[in-house]
């Protein structure tokens, strides 16, 4: 199986700019489909970004967040520009070995808070 731990997460300034990081452990990445979800207080958890052979993005990231992965050093990226205060949430990183399903291992999360 594998370990995730996320880190990056931060407090910033709307119009901001973040990196976020979710480090594996126990298994190569390669092997993984990764997602990126956040929830925020009182919302359901919801899929912001997916790296697989390709990457997708929520309509409400799409353009301000990037998602990359560097297999070499097992590490997957979520690079957040033009941060708003509705992106406030803890963000979790989340591997499964299909393209669809369920995931099969998460990450702890890590906060992001936007202020005005």
């Known amino acids: 199986q594998v370990q995730l731990v996320e880190s990056g997460g931060a407090e910033v300034q709307a119009g901001g700019s973040l990196r976020l990081s979710c480090a594996a452990s126990g298994r190569p990445l390669s092997m993984y489909n990764m997602g990126w979800f956040r929830q925020a207080p009182g919302k359901e958890r919801e899929l912001v970004a997916y790296i697989s052979r390709q990457t997708s993005y929520a309509d409400s990231v799409k353009d301000r967040f990037t998602v990359s992965r560097d297999n070499d050093k097992n590490l997957v990226y979520l690079h957040m520009n033009n941060l708003q205060h509705e992106d406030t949430a803890v963000y979790y990183c989340?591997?499964?070995?299909?393209?669809?399903?369920?995931?099969?291992?998460w990450g702890q999360g890590t906060q992001v808070t936007v202020s005005s």
């Open positions: 989340a591997a499964r070995i299909t393209d669809t399903g369920a995931y099969n291992y």
